[in-house]
Nanobody, 121 residues
Framework: QVQLVESGGGLVQPGGSLRLSCAAS????????MGWYRQTPGKQRELVAA???????NYADSVKGRFTISRDLAKNTVYLQMNSLKPDDTAVYYC???????????????WGQGTQVTVSS
């Protein structure tokens, strides 16, 4: 079993910054990909940023140039540095990882519990 624990959300003023963290623990042989998604009430969960096992990154157009995804493979942790935050960035942010457990054939998808980010003056 794998658990993802997020931290770093909160209330910030427009133009401010936050850094989200998501650490995986449990039966982990390797991690294929890591990503951050966000969701607001009444809307579908959307991809914010992702990073592959090879280090390639992908961002939603709405966050390009403002958000940066990074990882620490030794700690099984993914980060999301969010700068120049806007009220439209307000959402619950979820981390996602595709994890390969020992003695299994392929990756399984796991989600964090979500962390609230509120951008407001």
């Amino acid at each position: 079993q794998v658990q993802l624990v997020e931290s770093g959300g909160g209330l910030v003023q427009p133009g401010g910054s936050l850094r989200l963290s998501c650490a995986a623990s449990g039966s982990i042989a390797s991690i294929y990909a890591m990503g951050w998604y966000r969701q607001t009430p009444g809307k579908q969960r959307e991809l914010v940023a992702a990073i592959t096992s090879g280090g390639s990154t992908n961002y939603a157009d709405s966050v390009k140039g403002r958000f940066t995804i990074s990882r620490d493979l030794a700690k099984n942790t993914v980060y999301l540095q969010m700068n120049s935050l806007k009220p439209d960035d307000t959402a619950v942010y979820y981390c996602n990882m595709f994890v390969v457990a020992p003695a299994t054939r392929g990756p399984s998808s796991y989600w964090g519990q979500g962390t609230q980010v509120t951008v407001s003056s």
